[in-house]
């Protein structure tokens, strides 16, 4: 074999390494993280309602996929500690397609994710 070819499957390999933990994760969207407690995957869905307590404990910035607050059916969750890293979220997602990965855990029956990087959320 040529030194290209050696060289040429060594950074597809890489490449393999690398992308294959995140192409494990499971896609979901928001109405099926429910049922997904506990594991780490992508949920996507469309930002229709925001709202940042600045006034709460923990300062948190609440981001509610396909149903708004109150009938919300996932909820990606910034505490103030990591706002700073994420802009103004509230606004800056707003209206848009999102996607977020993360472990799916459960506030009040209700599945969420806190993202604590900016790289857990994608618009898609």
């Given amino acids: 074999m040529t ?18 933990p995140a192409c494990a994760q499971k896609k979901l969207a928001a109405a099926e993280a429910k049922d997904h407690f506990g594991e780490t995957a992508i949920v996507c869905g469309e930002v229709v309602s925001t709202s940042y307590a600045d006034s ?20 990606v969750v910034i505490w103030g500690e990591n706002r700073s890293k994420f802009g103004k979220p509230e606004d ?6 999102i996607c977020v990965s993360g ?20 618009i898609e």
């Fill in 92 to 97: 800056d997602y707003k209206g848009k397609r």
């Fill in 56 to 75: 709460s404990n923990g300062q948190p910035t609440f981001i509610n996929l396909d149903r708004p607050y109150p009938n919300a059916i996932f909820t």
């Fill in 103 to 122: 472990k799916i855990t459960a506030y009040a029956g209700k599945p969420e994710i806190i993202a604590a990087d900016p790289k857990q959320i994608r």
């Fill in 3 to 20: 030194r290209f070819t050696y060289r040429a499957l060594y950074i597809f390999f890489l490449g393999l390494l690398i992308a294959g």
